[in-house]
């Protein structure tokens, strides 16, 4: 078994900038370390391998925090930046109601945590789960504001647009900066591929992204990515074209074994060639996971 260096949960955390509207928590992607344990679990093998990053828009005093990271520690340290940057007023959105989305909500206990009503109730119905998982969210702190359909706010004079989006989850909410043509995507979109959560609900899943992709959005920022590509203001439209491309491949897969059989290199080396897609290599377990999950499909 190759050497695991364990770092302190939060201490690899880098701030990074995309826009200077903008604060970009990421941390993960680190070779030979873990941040939890070296057994599996959901905070290493679900985001830290993979790049996780959580946002904060930010105008003036005010602030929005985009999903409370993976840890209290994480959660804390994002509080304690805005906080010293001159943040007096902190609402939280949740994009979804994944672990390592709501991993930090009792940091901002006392603040707005606004929600879908759909995320309200997956997290209801998965608490004891999320509460007694490895690590534990223990408590899970529940949304305080529930909304059921899209949503404008503001922070500062900025404009923010909630959008609901049933890509990755069945409640996906996107936040949108229209001033700025950003798009703050959660895991509706992720690079290089999806994870797919819901295989029964892919069809509808790429329905979703059309019209996503209809919003005409040039900056995407999403909670999976490269961090490089984040830190230089996010990734354009085509990684739309290239998700729709890979979903519509990993339905294929249930009539073509030779589509199946690929490892992720080769299911989406086209992507690759053209430098829409950067390969990654924990990612080849995602890849043959949700190819096991699309051919198990009744």
Known sequence: MPHVTLLPLGSTMRVLRPHPNLYAFYDGRIEGARAWSAAPNWLDDGAYALGVCVYAVVDGTDAIVYDTHISLAHARAMRRTLEEAGVRTIRVVLSHWHDDHVAGNEVFADCEIIALAATERALAAHRAALESGDPPIHPLVMPNHVITGPTRLKVGALTVELEPAEIHSHDGLILLLPELGIMLAGDTLEEPITY?????????????????????????LPNHGAPDVIAAGGYGPELIDATIRYVRKLIRT?????????????????????????????????????????????
């Open 196 to 220: 797919v959560a819901e295989p029964e609900r892919l069809g509808a899943h790429l329905e979703e992204l059309q019209r996503v992709k209809g919003w005409g959005y040039q900056h995407i």
């Open 254 to 298: 249930r009539t073509d074994m030779s589509l199946a059989d690929q490892d992720l290199s080769t299911f989406i080396a086209g992507d690759l060639a053209t430098g829409t897609l950067t390969y990654f290599g924990p990612y080849e377990e995602v890849h043959a996971n949700n190819v096991k999950k699309v051919m198990a499909l009744p």
